[in-house]
């Protein structure tokens, strides 16, 4: 029944559509399966053996624990950890912490690159997750270079909503999961000039907020 759960939790996740259940179902039994609570830390780089994460409920920051400073917010269907696979001496700087309860399935990294060398589909699509991260961290590095603080500030807001939330009839609502600290990591900026672009940007009736919910109004 284990099994079968942790098959069930695993449907979800585009990278393994292409394995079929045999290879799945063997998958699953080399799989551990952990329910955390909200504001837990998942070790990822201190941990006795690398490892590969698959969120299936919740949302989760990685942080760079040396610096303490969000690096980017992973939600549920998503992989995380995978840095291990490519750069084992930067995953050591790599921390979780879950941003809501959440559900995790976890895998030795050198199980998952054995897995990875016998199914192409798998490989190819866990260096397309960790290729879009090079991209994103890029992207936040020409942000930097051409943007000013508020556009900066503004686009993330734009950018998390569109990812995180949901349409709906006035407004595309995404649970605020963000402190002011964490936004002015991700942007590069200060936590007042967060403040400030977001009571702007309230005033100006383009968002609206509060402890639980941030919108893009239509």
């Known amino acids: ?29 080399l799989l551990e399966m952990e329910h955390i609570d909200k504001g837990k830390i998942i070790e990822i780089g201190n941990r006795d053996k690398k490892s590969i994460f698959f969120l299936k409920k919740g949302s989760v920051k990685i942080l760079n624990s040396s610096r303490n400073t969000a690096k980017y917010i992973v939600k549920k269907g998503n992989i995380f950890g995978e840095l291990s696979l490519y750069d084992e001496q930067a995953a050591i700087e790599e921390q979780a912490i879950t941003l809501e309860d959440s559900i995790i399935c976890y895998i030795e990294s050198d199980m998952m690159e054995a897995l990875m060398e016998k199914h192409k589909s798998l490989k190819n699509g866990v260096f397309k997750v960790y290729g879009l991260r090079i991209k ?27 990812e995180f939330g949901e349409d709906k009839t006035d407004r595309i609502e995404a649970k605020n999961l963000l402190s002011h600290k964490d936004i002015a990591n991700l942007t590069n900026t200060s936590r007042q000039t ?17 402890t639980r919910e941030i919108s893009i109004l239509k």
């Open 1 to 29: 029944m284990k099994t079968l759960t942790k098959y069930w939790f695993l449907e979800g996740f585009s990278l393994f559509r292409k394995l079929g259940m045999p290879t799945m179902m063997k998958m699953c039994e």
């Open 136 to 162: 994103k961290l890029e992207r936040r590095l020409e942000d930097l270079i051409y943007k000013d603080s508020k556009t900066r500030i503004s686009d993330f807001i734009y950018s998390y909503v569109k």
């Open 194 to 210: 967060v403040n400030n672009v977001l009571s702007g940007l309230r005033k100006d009736n383009r968002i609206d907020y509060n």
